[in-house]
């Protein structure tokens, strides 16, 4: 099973959002993302990259 982070793209240091991220949904500037437990959680904001080698998301505003 792969789960992934979830960070604030920053121009200092990434901040950190949510971890245990098992599923994300875009909708137009926002993400729904649910946890591994189910929880649903609504992000302000777009994906700008993807790490999956170290389940990584990094998201902007």
């Known amino acids: 099973m792969c789960l992934s982070s979830i960070y604030k793209k920053s121009d200092d240091e990434n901040v950190f959002l949510l971890k245990n991220v098992a599923?994300?949904?875009?909708?137009e500037d926002e993400l729904v993302v649910y946890d591994l437990m189910g929880v649903r959680t609504v992000l302000q904001g777009k994906i700008f990259d993807i790490d999956l080698m170290e389940n990584i998301i990094l998201i902007k505003e």
């Open 23 to 27: 599923r994300v949904i875009c909708k």
